[in-house]
């Protein structure tokens, strides 16, 4: 029986919405440094059948931490000519679908876009020794400066951190998964 790729967008889905504590480990492997989720809720675990043929089938992965915070985790495995304009979209979607008309704004908890990307991104040579990228919203006079924590859109290059080994252990084995997954030696 031939083995299902994990990048293909159904499989992923396939894969983590029934299993929330690999979803959990993925998550914290990606934010290595910020503290460990323990408990996530995968907010649209199902597929209808008839989404599988129409234009607006949602793969991405919604989920709720055990602090209330929402994540949008995406695998994209092809580069769109707008890709940095649809992940701010989603991001933004992700953090704007918490409220309500009369909502107060004190109950938003963060947004947090987690986007394996299955193609190198960043291109230019300054950037070939970099994988994991962390975008958030600060000052650009004084980046040390955040204005929040409710937006963070975190992007992983796969095939340019497979090749310099980057990340801590648990996303490096991450990596492997999805870039190696045929290699029955490697894994």
Sequence with gaps: MPLLDPKNDFVFKKLFAPAPGFLAALINAVRSDAPPVSVVEVLNPHIAPEELTGKYIVLDLLARDEQGRRYNIEMQVRRYRAWNARSAYYLARTLAQQLES?????????????????FDLFTQPEHQRQALWCFEMRDRRQPTLQLGDELQLNLIELPKADRLAAGAPALAAWVTFLEHWQEKQRM
């Design 102 to 118: 009369g909502h107060d704004y004190h109950q938003l908890k963060p947004a947090i876009g987690i986007h394996l990307l299955d």
